[in-house]
């Protein structure tokens, strides 16, 4: 038995899951705090006291390397775990970085750059994993290393870098201004712009934008964020009415010259996304004081590449028309028409397209895309109602729209057909929060299943030591609650299925219960698992610390992880569920707002073809003739394909009159 195989157990798994099984925070004031391998109290959110506790075991037990470490090994390990984690293998980078930095014996090295670049790797590979609560554990254990500030701080730089991003990705805003404490002021300015933005954040997010305002104006220009604070500084003044002050700080971000000075060195790929929304920002702004050409300048330096160029287009094109400027709107909706795209405001730019026609008194083109309209978007708002009664098909058709795979191809039963599925989800709008969830269900997901294999090694661990010569029995016919659990769970999945399919098809009552009746005995029995789990997560108390007693102890700990996920999936789901309940509640309210004024514009056609007629009436009564009279004129329009016309040339020749040659 190797200490690297127990310990990337524990690391790579049990560590992970302390986040997801919603641990309480950690407190800031410890009664009596244990001394961690780096001389600084032990983060319980690290795991670092239990991976000392297996090391110290194995060492007693002789399992453990007898070998002390080096310098060396720690820059190996350090190269080794970079290459894993850029080859996106996080969970073995994890494991290893885990055995290395909670080994006593790195206690020697922890205060070096080498050291200090070992934990801040590891909790960038926890970072990555979406474990935050562990990896904001090194993050601070990094920062309080001593001389982490010294010379260029390469690694504390690093960390403050991370715990930004973390902090901001999490929603965890004050917690990250916490662990950031002990950023010292002496630190480079850039660092001191990742502190100022965040700031900024959480003083926005607790309703105080006054004193957001203050820390966004400190980031300064080098920042990476320099562009993000200076575009949330101009909305916050646009929402307190300082039109001028807003627009002054987005055409800071806006101008087209920047982007020579500030890509190259300070900028990444957030800097042009930034740069777009201030642009469109400047629209709005000008769209709102009623200065037409200016909004249409602002929208037009929206560059062809960028995603936010359809919301460019159409709202630069009802700019023209509410200018009046029909021509104009026409040109931007016919650009918008030619990129070929599917975008949230396809149904909005047909109506807006439409009301162009009614300006300009072209009521036929106009009524047949009001007709078009109504009969192609009141299936797909219908569809809409539909998808909100069916979970499945919710689910099916927001990850279609997250990914942007095809929605057409979910199963969805025969009561949506694809092509309003797939209108569904170019139309709909999805909430910032719901990315958020489901990045957290994809990690608990995953986890869950690193959870599942750590608690089965952990088994046979217990059976190789139990067992004489270490050998593990071929067969086991003893299951284990867990995996009863997770059985029953599974059957639970596929009986709702089931009905879920019988009830689209619209089967009889009677077909219905016998499914029904397996579904309350399956929920019967995932009670009683769960109840056996419980009992023996319980059973620990008094335990050792030799080996046998830390399996039996982590054992316990992995079941009770495993009570939490169920806890946390069900939030996960019902938080899910809501979200994209309201996601497709807003594309039913705005279909049934545009299919109203599709069928108010079809009046509108009727009463302007009658109004054309009236108007005709009269100049016929005044001696005018329409032009539709003067073209049933023409005899040039009625002649077949085969057939010509020589048009009158004015006075006959003489001599084209038969019969009067030498006539005088």
């Not at 961690?36 to 319980?44: E, K, M, T």
């Not at 070998?67 to 293998?89: C, F, H, I, W, Y």
């Not at 029995?525 to 056996?532: E, Q």
Request: net charge negative.
């Amino acid at each position: 038995m190797r200490a690297l195989s127990i310990t990337a157990l524990m690391a790579g798994v049990l560590a992970s899951n302390v986040a997801l099984a919603q641990q309480p925070p950690v407190s800031t004031t410890p009664a009596t705090p244990t001394q961690s391998v780096a001389g600084s109290p032990a983060d319980p959110q690290t795991r670092g006291e239990s991976m000392q506790a297996y090391h110290a075991t194995l060492v007693q037990r002789r399992l453990g390397s007898t070998q002390p470490m080096k310098l060396g090994d720690v820059s190996n390990q350090l190269a080794v775990s970079e290459d894993l984690l850029r080859t996106g293998r996080v969970d073995e980078a994890i494991s290893r970085m885990t055995e290395l930095v909670e080994n006593p014996q790195f206690s020697n090295f922890a205060e070096n750059e080498e050291g200090r670049a070992s934990t801040f790797l590891l909790g960038d590979a926890l970072a990555t994993a979406g474990i935050y609560d562990s990896a904001r554990g090194y993050f601070r254990r990094v920062l309080a290393a001593k001389g982490a500030w010294d010379g260029v701080a390469i690694s504390a730089r690093r960390a403050v870098r991370r715990l930004v991003e973390v902090a901001i990705d999490s929603g965890k805003l004050q917690e990250g201004l916490s662990d950031l404490s002990t950023v010292p002021q002496t630190a480079p300015e850039e660092t001191q712009g990742e502190v100022a933005y965040l700031t900024g954040r959480a003083r926005e997010s607790a309703h105080d934008p006054d004193s957001a305002l203050t820390a966004y104006a400190q980031v300064p220009q080098k920042s990476r964020f320099w562009a993000q604070a200076t575009y949330l500084q101009g909305l916050i003044n646009v929402e307190k009415g300082k039109y001028k002050e807003g627009e002054d700080l987005f055409c800071k971000v806006a101008d087209p010259k920047r982007s020579a000075h500030t890509t190259p060195i300070f900028a990444d790929e957030r800097f042009f996304a930034v740069r777009d929304l201030a642009r469109l920002a400047l629209g709005r702004v000008a769209h709102e004081q009623f200065r037409f050409d200016d909004s249409r300048y602002y929208y037009y330096l929206v560059p062809r590449d960028s995603d936010r160029l359809a919301e460019a287009l159409y709202e630069g094109a009802t700019s023209r028309y509410e200018k009046k400027d029909y021509e104009g709107a026409r040109e931007l909706l016919d650009e918008l028409k030619a990129l070929q795209i599917h975008h949230p405001y396809e149904d909005e730019a047909w109506i807006l397209d439409a009301y162009v026609d009614l300006a300009q008194c072209k009521f036929e083109e106009a009524d047949k895309k009001l007709l078009k309209f109504v009969a192609l978007y009141e299936p797909v708002r219908d569809s809409a109602r539909k998808v909100q009664l069916d979970e499945r098909a919710m689910a099916a058709l927001l990850t279609a729209a997250r990914s942007g795979t095809d929605a057409g191809g979910a199963e969805v039963g025969a009561s949506v057909s694809p092509e309003s599925m797939r209108a569904i989800a170019a139309l709909v709008r999805l909430d910032a929060t719901y990315g958020t969830v489901a990045r957290r269900r994809a990690v608990l997901e995953h986890e869950a299943s690193g959870l599942h294999l750590a608690q089965t090694t952990l088994g046979d661990m217990q059976q190789a030591l139990a067992t004489n010569g270490g050998l593990r029995p071929a067969i086991n016919d003893s299951p284990r609650p867990e995996d009863q659990l997770a059985d029953a769970r599974a059957s639970l999945d596929g009986v709702r299925h089931a009905i879920d399919d019988l009830e689209s098809e619209h089967a009889t009552a009677d077909q219905i219960a016998p499914l029904k009746a397996e579904l309350t005995a399956l929920e019967e029995r995932i009670k009683l698992a769960a109840s056996v789990t419980s009992a023996q997560s319980s059973d620990v108390a008094g335990a050792g610390k030799d080996l046998p007693d830390l399996f039996r102890m982590d054992s316990a700990t992995s079941v009770q992880y495993a009570q939490a996920l169920e806890v946390a999936r069900k939030e996960l789901d019902r938080a899910e569920t809501l979200l994209a309940k309201d996601a497709l509640r807003r594309v039913d309210l705005r279909l049934s707002r545009l299919l109203r004024r599709a069928r108010l514009g079809r009046i509108e056609t009727v009463l302007g073809r009658k109004r054309a007629l009236e108007v005709e009436i009269e100049a016929i009564n005044n001696g005018i003739l329409p032009a539709s009279a003067l073209d049933s004129l023409d005899a040039a329009r009625f002649l077949r394909d085969k057939e010509e016309y020589w048009p009158f040339e004015g006075d006959d020749w003489p001599d084209e009159f038969v019969g009067g040659e030498g006539l005088k």
